[in-house]
């Protein structure tokens, strides 16, 4: 097809349908060198429900239908396309999955525009970028950053910051203050007294106090936010640049929302609060201060809804799959095994230094040969830290003795007694160092691809207490980076939550809690998809023994003999 043909059906689309102009034609002849065409015959399939959604249909002829599978797993009958209607918007904007499923009723021809050629050629023409009639939803996520926590299967469908109101009530106080001292400084400064200049330097160091806490307020409301994607809801704050915080809960978790809207302020201004709680027993995540609550509320039950319905639809296709393996007889391609290399062998004296430095910097990360199982243990600089109030007096009591006993017994040797008293001190204090160190290092936590493991152990084999959960009882997920030094060298505490009454597990200062929140968070993924393939599995076992039953009655009743007929519609008799 020609360009100009092209152009003609692309100014069909809303969004292009105000480049009617000779500028905007010619922004179209530019989208026009990008178009492709695609011919479906009939039942053939244009996308499925839950596919990745990444390009824009302009139906030209024929026509498609559309249907989607709810939460229950009935089928919708959604509506008809036909030629001029267009659908596919949202992925070719901003990226999306399809709510539902596109058929072609008879042979059917269409114009395909594609997300990434399209979003290369926004980059380049702008105009045409800023021509376009874009529904307010989609820009709003359009401008929606991207995380570099996301997973890879995952999009960002809402982020926002707490509503100005909260900043508003935040900065008041000192804006207040600062509103009372300016006049005052000025009346101070015009004045010629020594008393007065004095007043005015105190008055100016205030001044800059309070123009600093507004920055810093502002800069600690701007660092919070609360992301919602395909897959679970955030919180991610920052109190600059001392803390770190960050909380999440998978969609299929959450059982209720709550919106609170309290104050008049609150709701003139249409903010609020949205509390998600999940099966969790101690912990909610509150969604604190933030425009119009109610939208919000209805995007994650939207979603929510989406989740269930693809779920249904990856079980389906699962049993499907493995029914069609079976009926087939297709047997899974063996998978190659690749040959390991064989580990350098250490020296003895690498070895020791290894040891030594393992036991007193015990690695923070430890993977198991197999990648499958990962173990954590405390930062040991954070323990250092913890017990700096047996060290400090150690290392005291290590130098003054070193310094003044050995003079003091050669002037008097009758002063043998105060070397005793030192070395039975030293031996206290450095045997309460060990045992406090042994402690420290003993615990760890392990994460299996279906487990998380809890392991707190006494030294000297005194106690040992060992809880674990699997990862699928889960609900939230969070961590926090207390304090300026835990920042600065990256260690924090991750919280876990489980359904149980006594479910919650803290890892406390570890190293880079973002990535160990991160690799539990990927994991609960991945074992949530292998129990669906379980499931899908043993229904699909289901299904076949179902079948096989269906199919040996079937040959039962076939192959029982007919009784004759006698005319008078009774079965004859037999003597």
Request: proline share 5%; no cysteine.
């Amino acid at each position: 097809m020609d360009a100009e043909k092209i152009v003609e059906h692309l100014q069909q689309i809303p969004a292009f349908e105000g480049l009617t102009d000779k500028d905007g034609e010619l922004e179209l002849y530019h989208v026009a060198e990008i178009v492709t065409e695609a011919t479906y015959k009939s039942e053939d399939q244009l996308f499925v429900q839950g596919e990745r959604s990444d390009r824009l249909y302009l139906i030209l002829e024929g026509g498609v239908r559309l249907t989607r599978v709810d939460r229950e797993g009935v089928t919708r009958y959604l509506g008809d396309l036909t030629p001029g209607d267009t659908v596919g918007l949202t992925g070719l904007l901003v990226g999306d999955f399809h709510d539902a499923t596109a058929t072609a009723l008879t042979d059917t021809h269409v114009l395909l525009l594609e997300q990434e050629s399209f979003t290369d050629l926004l980059d380049e023409r702008p105009r045409l970028r800023r021509r376009m009639h874009v529904p307010s939803e989609l820009k709003r996520r359009q401008v929606t950053p991207e995380f570099d926590w996301l997973r890879p299967d995952e999009l960002v469908i809402f982020s926002e910051r707490r509503h100005w109101a909260q900043l508003a009530r935040r900065i008041f106080p000192p804006l207040i203050v600062l509103a009372i001292m300016i006049p005052l400084l000025y009346f101070l400064l015009s004045a010629t007294t020594w008393a007065a200049g004095i007043l005015s330097i105190i008055l100016v160091l205030v001044t800059l106090v309070i123009l600093i806490t507004m920055v810093w307020l502002y800069i600690d409301w701007r660092d919070d936010s609360f992301v919602l994607t395909t897959q679970r809801v955030v919180h991610f704050e920052q109190v600059w640049p001392v803390s770190e915080a960050f909380e999440e809960s998978a969609l299929e978790n959450i059982q209720d929302i709550h919106e609170v809207q309290s104050g008049v302020a609150a709701n003139i201004l249409n903010f609020g609060d949205l509390i998600l709680q999940t099966a969790g027993e101690t912990v909610q995540i509150d969604l604190t201060g933030i425009a119009n609550p109610a939208y919000l509320r209805e995007l994650i039950f939207k979603e929510i809804e989406r989740n269930r319905a693809q779920e249904i639809l990856r079980m389906r296709g699962a049993i499907r799959e493995k029914l069609e393996s079976r009926l087939l007889d297709k047997a899974p391609p063996p998978e190659e095994e690749k040959p390991s290399p064989e580990p350098e062998k250490p020296s003895s004296i690498k070895l020791l230094m290894g040891a030594l430095k393992d036991y007193f910097f015990p690695p923070s990360w430890t993977i198991s040969a197999d990648n499958n199982t990962i173990y954590w243990r405390r930062f040991w600089l954070a323990g250092f830290f913890r017990h700096l109030a047996i060290f400090v007096p150690l290392a005291l009591l290590t130098i003054g003795g070193l310094i003044f006993l050995p003079n003091t017994l050669q002037q008097d040797p009758d002063k043998l007694w105060m070397l005793i008293v030192w070395l039975i001190l030293e031996g206290a204090l450095f045997a309460t160092l060990l045992w406090f160190i042994e402690d420290w290092r003993n615990d760890y936590f392990e994460v299996t691809p279906n487990r998380i493991i809890q392991v707190d152990r006494k030294p000297l084999l005194l106690q040992e207490k060992r809880r674990e959960t699997t990862l699928d009882r889960i609900q939230n997920i969070s961590f926090d980076i207390p304090d300026f030094m835990a920042r600065f060298f990256k260690y924090g505490n991750v919280m876990l939550e489980t359904a149980g009454t006594l479910g919650k597990f803290e890892l406390k200062s570890v190293r880079y809690p973002d990535k160990i929140q991160a690799e539990i968070s990927k994991r609960q993924r991945e074992y949530s998809k292998h129990q669906q393939e379980i499931k899908a599995e043993q229904r699909q076992e289901e299904m076949l023994s179902w079948f096989a039953t269906y199919h040996n009655l079937s040959d039962k009743i076939k192959n029982q003999p007919k009784e004759p007929d006698t005319g008078s519609g009774q079965p004859a008799q037999t003597a």
